[in-house]
């Protein structure tokens, strides 16, 4: 089966504090590919970040981290000192084998002021 | 660079009517694939192009949708007759030829706001 779990339907967190959100995949593919998306409220999926299953490394953007184990098919976001320009829904998806991307049911972030 | 265009922003429409998205992507871009969100849940799959081929339209309801891509370039979708379930935004995204890059992301535009009522 392919799937993308996001365990997290809504998180709240005060400005400044760092949050983490959750992606769990599933997937007997060897080769696929991990992304996260942003959705703000004006309702465009803007791309944050794309992982193929061979490189576990993982990547810092500024205040954005990422951290891909295959040994719990995980790809965690994490965004340090949020802001309240971070608030928004995240998108864990996957492509694999046949180019289909699946999207997880995203979680609904909210940083207050 | 302009990203992926569509419109209209938003429909209301009665059951039982017709309605169209129109979609222009991104230049250069060959895959263009239509997705419906419903609220609170993650975009769904509807019909995924590679220039004007139609080469993954299994989730597409093709009793009442229907869609074209005739130049390879902008691309129509349309819902006759609509129903109450429809209500839902439609996305439309694109990105580099997936024959030659597998990896590559896909931009996706504001979408349509779709109100059957």
């Known amino acids: 089966a392919q799937k993308v779990t996001q365990a997290q339907t809504e998180i709240s967190v005060v400005e400044k504090e760092d949050v983490t959100l959750d992606c769990v995949y599933e997937?007997?593919?060897?080769?696929?590919?991990l992304f996260w998306y942003k959705q703000p409220p004006s309702g465009e999926l803007v791309f944050l970040i794309r992982?193929?299953?061979?490189?576990?490394q993982n990547e810092i953007s500024g205040r954005y981290s990422w951290n891909f184990q295959k040994s719990t098919s995980s790809f965690n976001f994490t965004i340090t000192a949020s802001q309240v320009v971070d608030s928004a829904v995240y998108f864990c998806?996957?492509?694999?084998?046949?180019?289909?991307?699946?999207f997880g049911p995203g979680t609904s972030l909210s940083v207050i002021p | 660079e302009a990203g992926v265009v569509q419109s209209p922003r938003y429909k209301i429409i009665e059951k039982k009517q017709p309605v169209a998205f129109w979609c222009n992507p991104i230049s250069g871009h060959n895959t263009l694939y239509w997705y419906r969100q419903n609220l609170g849940q993650g975009p769904e799959l509807l019909i995924r192009y590679e220039n004007e081929e139609a080469v993954d339209d299994s989730q597409l309801p093709k009793d009442r949708f229907s869609a074209e891509r005739l130049k390879g370039v902008d691309s129509t979708l349309k819902i006759q007759p609509a129903e109450l379930g429809d209500s839902a935004v439609y996305l439309c995204?694109?990105?580099?030829?997936?024959?030659?890059?597998?990896?590559?992301?896909?931009?996706f535009g504001q979408g349509t706001r779709l109100t059957v009522v």
């Open positions: 995204a694109s990105s580099l030829d997936q024959s030659r890059a597998r990896n590559t992301e896909a931009f």
């Open positions: 992982r193929n299953s061979f490189d576990e």
């Open positions: 998806a996957m492509k694999t084998s046949y180019d289909k991307v699946i």
């Open positions: 997937t007997r593919d060897t080769t696929y590919y």
